[in-house]
Every structure is written in C-alpha cells, then in structure tokens.
C-alpha cells in the first residue's frame, strides 16, 4: 500500500503597507484612547493600504512573489491559487484570478475562499487535500485583506480592531515527516448576526440607501464575539493536541489569529502553553483577519526549527473556526 501523501510548507512570504494608523491617531478620529484599546485588545497600531489604486490583490500578490522567489521558482509552476479574503477587489472576478496575471502564473487557476478569520486555515487544509489527492504540485495560499476598505472609521468599537496586510505560504509535497499533520475545522451558522455586513449581497444589494445607512461596513456585537470565539478557539486547539497525543510541552509554538490579546490567552491557557511560545504581534497590526497567521509565520520563521510541532489556531465570522496541526518542514532555525 503506497505511503500517504502529505502537504508542508515550503516559503513563506508577506506584504504590510507602510502606514501606520496609532492609537493615538484614533484618539483624534473617535472618543477613545491609547490606555483603554491596548488593555482591551493589545493593538497599539495597524497598518493601512492609503492608495486608492491598489487593494486586495495587489498585497496578495506582493506576499506571492516574496515566498516565490524565496523558494527560488518561477510563478509558471504554480498549480493552483487559493486567496482567502473578505475584501476582494470585486465580487468577481475572483481576486485569486488578478493575482494570478499579476504574479504571472499562467499555468495555474485559482479561487476565492472566504471564511473571515478563519479563511487562512480553511485555505490551507483545502490546498493541503489537493496535494495529498495528487491533483496539484504547487499550491499557493494567501490571506490577504483590505480590511479599511469596510471599516467604519466613526464607530469606535469596529475601528480599532482592524488592519491590511497580506501573507502567503507556498505548499508541496513533503518528503519526510514534516508537513500538515492534521486539522479541525467547524462551522456554526451566526443566525444572530454577531459579526457580519449588512448589504453589498444579494440579500440587501447596494443603494443609495443602504449606503447612506453604513450597511458595508463591518459591524458586531463584541461581547457576543468575545464569549464565542474564546471558547472556541481555546476548545478547538486542545482538541487538536489530545486527537495527537500532544502534551504543552510537544507544542513548540501556538499560532494563533490575532484578534484579541485576552482570546489568544485563553487558547494558550488553556492548552496549558506559556506565553513564551505564543506568537503575538498584533500590538503592531491589529486584526488583519486571513493574513494574521501567515503574517506570524513570516516573522517568527528565523525562530522555527524543522520538526517543530505548530498548532495554528482561528476564530472568525461565520462562525468559523478551527486548528491545523502543523510540523514545520523548513531548516529556518
């Protein structure tokens, strides 16, 4: 019986605007301050995509080209695109189609994946499949978002939370033990309507009154969020250790999305992981919904050694969450 196979990472790679958006900033936009959205969410800045020209694809596409020539091949390999987003740069065509010419990958096709911030995990364990079927060699996953495109910068309880960037990782088929070792994804229809937008659907399609009502805009009810996505990231990424006989001291590193300081400690706690093995920079990004893992594995992958056991955990709009066990497959540390 042939041996499995199995997808790993192979490049990372990642895209930030340059201008940052401080607390203090906001302190001058909305009432609010420094002291009281840092003790509340750890965020002190985030950055933003000002060019009015440039959105979505465009940072994907950065975050494409870097892990490519990080992996050293030309975007002709690639086989198939998968963007998570739920800013797209149209409702179609897919922004996975306009990265694709923009990267040049003329023999690949793409889609759109969206999962809010989840999407980046979903992304990642859909292009793992497409390897492990043998119907795909080179698969990129990007998560990348304009998320100041459906911010309302009035509304002081959505405006400090969100920020743009964009990271992508290039996944092949491993040929040892490393790679995605295994995953849980969940799906539980928000029937209150806690984190969505309203219009820009098919449901409230956009007018001239859904405009002027703010209804493509990201709202939510943050309490409700908070209690949802504590529990169930916290939950999901212990169940991803006990499915593997992984005990707090097999995890080399948590990964988790970067939504709130208090959420990604409660998932530590909770899988019994000291901080010190937590990936955190949402103090300099804030919530950068698909691409706040990639973004994690960008700057901590000098810290990460082959065989390192990952657990990348999310939570987002859906409700979606979930947790992918990962065993790292690059000589980074």
Not at 177 to 190: A, F, K, P, R
Not at 229 to 256: C, F, H, K, Q, T
Not at 295 to 321: I, P
Request: charged share 25%.
């Amino acid at each position: 019986m042939a041996e499995q196979k199995r997808a790993k990472i192979t490049a990372v790679g990642h895209y930030l605007p340059e201008h940052r958006l401080t607390n203090e900033d906001l302190e001058q936009m909305v009432e609010t301050n420094d002291e009281w959205i840092r003790t509340r969410t750890g965020i002190s800045e985030r950055r933003i995509l000002k060019d009015k020209d440039k959105a979505t694809s465009f940072m994907g596409a950065e975050a494409a080209k870097e892990a490519l020539e990080q992996r050293g091949i030309t975007a002709e390999e690639i086989d198939l695109i998968i963007v998570a987003t739920v800013t797209p740069d149209y409702m179609f065509p897919a922004t996975a189609c306009l990265i694709q010419e923009k990267i040049g990958a003329t023999n690949a096709y793409g889609f759109d994946l969206s999962a809010a911030c989840s999407g980046f995990l979903f992304a990642l364990t859909t292009g793992a499949n497409f390897i492990e079927a043998g119907n795909a060699e080179k698969v990129l996953v990007i998560g990348s978002d304009k998320m100041s495109s459906i911010v309302d910068y009035t509304d002081r309880t959505t405006c400090i939370l969100f920020g743009d960037a964009a990271g992508a990782v290039l996944l092949e088929e491993s040929d040892d033990e490393t790679g995605i070792i295994d995953y849980i994804n969940y799906t539980e229809g928000d029937t209150q309507n806690a984190l969505y937008q309203h219009a820009g659907g098919s449901l409230n399609p956009a007018s001239e009154e859904t405009v002027k009502n703010k209804q493509h805009v990201v709202t939510q009810d943050g309490r409700t969020v908070f209690k949802k996505a504590a529990v169930g990231m916290a939950d999901v990424s212990l169940e991803i250790m006990e499915r593997n006989n992984l005990s707090a001291d097999d995890v080399a590193w948590l990964v988790p999305h970067q939504a709130n300081l208090r959420i990604i400690d409660a998932t530590a706690n909770r899988m019994g992981v000291s901080r010190d093995k937590v990936m955190i920079n949402i103090d300099k990004y804030g919530n950068t919904t698909a691409a706040t893992i990639p973004l994690c594995l960008y700057e901590w992958q000098d810290q990460l050694s082959h065989g390192d056991n990952l657990v990348l955990a999310a939570f987002g709009g859906g409700y979606t969450w979930g947790a992918t066990y990962v065993k790292w497959g690059l000589n980074n540390g």
